[in-house]
């Protein structure tokens, strides 16, 4: 089972902000189980705090600004993605301003920190959302399209398209987070001359200089026009005949603004607010569709808030129904499992075929079979106690009595022709040889059925 990863200890960066240029303080501090992303204006009264998920983006003008009630906080993608990346699942950002500094532009004093103080596991588990199907987003005003196909891990490729001389056409591709520190985190975030001046008049990128951004040059301007231009953003004369890039630093990577774009991508998925197991193939990507795709993703999330697991059919069980046999004491017709798929300290995977030969559907019902709900329980209660007695020495010699049922819930029929898929949880360790259990019951990826309950395990006589 993965768990949950916070900071092993704090940190601070500083720099100036991207927008408002002022100077500004970060801090990134642990925080616990289940806190996700969380964002904390500390230079404003009563300290307010922003959670940064989708829903709070309110701004994707030029970067992702979150806010909630009063409290603002822009630039937030470099710092997110480096998290995300990191598999850090749960931090406080204590901010004493409106944005967090923009540092070099990229990721990569961010990544360095996170390595330097290191991580710390936690015990809750880190909940992944795993891509069953394909998902699409498309802007048709704009020509952007992200798509989210199934894979084993979290994989990105990032196609950018412009109409100019210098950057036409790039792309860039994040087949593993492990490789992110190298082949991304120092991605620069990059503007176009032609953009400068409607930003400094719409009260944007003061503190936007070639310390911190890519500045591409790509439609010839006078030179006086390109002079000015050049002092705002500290750059050297430049020949206004001759088109390119305007930097201190030169490029990392010839598609170094590609990868940026995997970057931020990046940054605003981890907006979702679980890990993904999946593939994004974006096209012509930005903040703006970004964010569009993930609220898309965070309403998909809540309809499969309990999400089926993900097994082989075809992979041999870890145990066949012989096997159970030797565990439970049940028989014909009682004997409610045939397979169990996966088996850990804490949790299990079984399976029951609904077929049109189950006795109990000769009364209920004969002219609309359904399986009985006490039944859909006992199924879940058998492979709870398979749970339990898999970790126990002398299986054979206890059994499992249930004692307490709580928040049963059944969301859909049971019918012939079903396969119904348990996933039950342990949730508070033995004592006095007592348990409590979470469990659900799936068909497809549709949760039909899922309760709370304990149980007790007690010698055979």
């Known amino acids: 089972m993965f768990k949950q990863h916070t900071l092993n200890e704090s940190f601070s960066l500083s720099g100036k902000g991207l927008h408002t240029g002022l100077k500004l303080t970060a801090s990134f501090n642990p925080a616990p189980e289940n806190h996700g992303y969380k964002i904390q204006r500390v230079d404003l009264p009563g300290e307010p705090i ?3 998920v989708a829903e ?3 701004d994707t003008q030029r970067g992702t600004v979150l806010a909630q009630g009063e409290a603002r906080c822009s630039t937030v993608e470099h710092a997110m993605a480096a998290l995300y990346a990191h598999g850090v699942d749960n931090v406080l950002i204590r901010v004493d301003g409106p944005e967090l500094p923009i540092l070099d532009g990229s990721a990569e004093l961010y990544v360095k920190e996170i390595l330097r103080v290191g991580l ?9 959302f795993i891509i069953t199907k394909k998902m699409e987003f498309r802007d048709e005003k704009t020509g952007a399209c992200i798509t989210l196909l199934p894979d084993e891990e979290f994989s990105i490729t990032s196609m950018i398209s412009f109409q100019g001389k210098v950057l036409s056409s790039q792309f860039a591709t994040l087949d593993n987070m492990e490789d992110f520190d190298a082949e991304v985190s120092a991605a620069r975030t990059f503007v176009f001359v032609r953009e400068i001046e409607p930003l400094l008049m719409a009260g944007l990128i003061k503190g ?3 310390d911190n951004a890519i500045v591409i040059y790509e439609n010839q301007t006078s030179q006086e026009n390109l002079d000015k231009l050049c002092q ?3 750059a050297e004369h430049h020949n206004a005949n001759e088109l390119g890039y305007l930097q201190h630093k030169p490029l990392v990577w010839e598609n170094e603004p590609a990868r940026h774009k995997l970057l931020d991508i990046i940054g605003d998925m981890a907006l979702i607010g679980r890990p993904i197991k999946g593939r994004i193939i974006a096209t012509r990507p930005g903040h703006t569709i970004n964010n569009k795709f993930a609220r898309i993703m965070r309403k998909e999330i809540r309809k499969h808030e309990v999400q089926a697991p993900h097994i082989d059919m075809n992979k041999e069980p870890v145990w066949d129904v012989n096997k159970i046999r030797e565990l439970l004491p049940h028989r014909y017709p ?12 804490k949790s299990i995977v079984a399976i029951k075929n609904i077929t049109s030969n189950e006795p109990f559907f000769q009364g209920h019902f004969p002219a609309e079979p359904v399986m009985p709900g006490v039944l859909q329980i006992e199924a879940l209660a058998q492979a709870g106690g398979l749970l339990v007695l898999g970790g126990m020495e002398q299986p054979e010699q206890w059994s499992t009595y249930l004692l307490h049922i709580d928040n049963v819930k059944f969301r859909r029929k049971v019918v012939p022709g079903d396969t119904l898929v348990f996933r039950v949880d342990i949730i508070a360790p033995l004592q006095h040889n007592i348990g409590t259990m979470q469990g659900y019951a799936f068909v497809g990826e549709n949760c039909v ?3 709370t309950f304990t149980a007790q395990v007690i010698k055979n006589r």
């Open 56 to 58: 709070n983006v309110v």
């Open 334 to 345: 009682m004997q409610l499992i045939d397979r169990v798929m996966e088996l850990k300290p």
């Open 120 to 128: 710390k596991e936690q015990d809750a588990p880190k909940d992944y």
């Open 449 to 451: 059925m899922e309760a």
């Open 50 to 52: 922003i959670d940064a």
């Open 208 to 210: 936007g200089d070639l």
């Open 232 to 234: 705002l953003t500290g």
